[in-house]
């Protein structure tokens, strides 16, 4: 029995793109008793997605990656068009570092015409990126449940830089009863702290340099909460003003909330999630941090 849970090395890269030929694709791999783990994303991979499907190949028989530029969780105005598609170099990295299957459907077959159902997961999505960007989640909900149900993944795995992304989905699979188990890894960071991101490839070499602002406030924040600052609102100013003095950095929010029901506190006692979403030129960027260790 175990022999069939031993993979060759051989074995190259499965490229599907029908939602039919996935289901069978696992409902082989299920049959044969092997745990499927299953990355999804919108492509344009980087450090932080691997990190993702190194925890996948390293804890499941076989690891699926999805790639696709759900256009549901796009408002009218923002970068559904421009968003960075490099298909053949996602290709080549998944290789390399041995995924097994990549799941790569069209935007008609996800959502071909007349498609009418949509998952919204109620209060955790009022807040934050909720937000600013109405729909957001709605789309994220629905695509992910879609995923879940074609892919039948018994692992799967999102990183901690899309939190509150991460609290709607770990509800989703709640609420609706679902079989898969949700991992968080932790953010990825480049070496001079900026959060891994695609959109960072928006950035100019001067943005580059503002972006790095998100990463070095949280952690002026994070310092001075050490030091015995307790109040949300002196916490939310120092990072106001720190990121104010990048020109062109325009704030979206500065959350210092509960980390499970995202409600802003007044005073930071206990566990405490810090999120920021800022634009930098063209693009928005999210960071967070987690605050604990009292
Ligand atoms: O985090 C992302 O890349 C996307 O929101 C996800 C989870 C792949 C759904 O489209």
């Given amino acids: 029995m175990m022999e069939t849970k031993i993979k060759s090395s051989q074995e190259t890269l499965q490229r599907v793109s029908s939602i039919s030929e996935m289901k069978k694709v696992s409902q082989t791999l299920r049959k044969q008793n092997l745990i499927i783990g299953f990355v999804p994303t919108m492509g344009c991979l980087h450090e932080g997605h691997l990190n993702l499907v190194k925890r996948s190949l390293e804890n499941c028989d076989r690891t699926v990656v999805s790639i696709f530029v759900n256009p549901a969780q796009f408002g009218p105005n923002e970068d559904l068009d421009t968003y960075p598609r490099q298909l053949e170099i996602d290709i080549a990295k998944l290789e390399a570092i041995g995924v097994d299957i990549l799941f790569h459907p069209t935007s008609e077959e996800m959502y071909p015409e007349n498609y009418k159902t949509y998952v919204q997961v109620n209060d955790l999505t009022e807040h934050l990126c909720g937000k600013s960007r109405p729909g957001f989640f709605k789309g994220v909900s ?59 490839r928006y950035l100019s070499p001067q943005e580059r340099q503002a972006a790095l602002s998100l990463s070095h406030s949280l952690k002026k924040a994070r310092d001075k909460i050490r030091q015995g ?27 210092i909330c509960d980390p499970e029901n995202f409600r802003e506190k007044e005073q930071i006692c206990d566990r405490t999630l810090i999120a920021l979403a800022v634009k930098i030129g063209s693009s928005r960027l999210i960071d967070n941090c987690i605050i604990e260790d009292f």
């Fill in 229 to 255: 600052t307790t109040s949300a609102k002196e916490i939310s100013h120092l990072i106001r003003q720190y990121l104010l003095e990048e020109k062109g950095a325009e704030i979206d929010y500065i959350s």
């Fill in 142 to 200: 629905t695509v992910v449940l879609k995923l879940f149900n074609i892919v039948q993944p018994h692992n799967a795995y999102f990183g901690e830089k899309d939190w509150q992304q991460l609290a709607v989905i770990e509800t989703l699979v709640k609420d609706l009863n679902l079989d898969v188990v949700i991992n968080r890894v932790p953010i990825a960071r480049e070496a001079d702290g900026l959060a891994m991101s695609s959109r960072n």
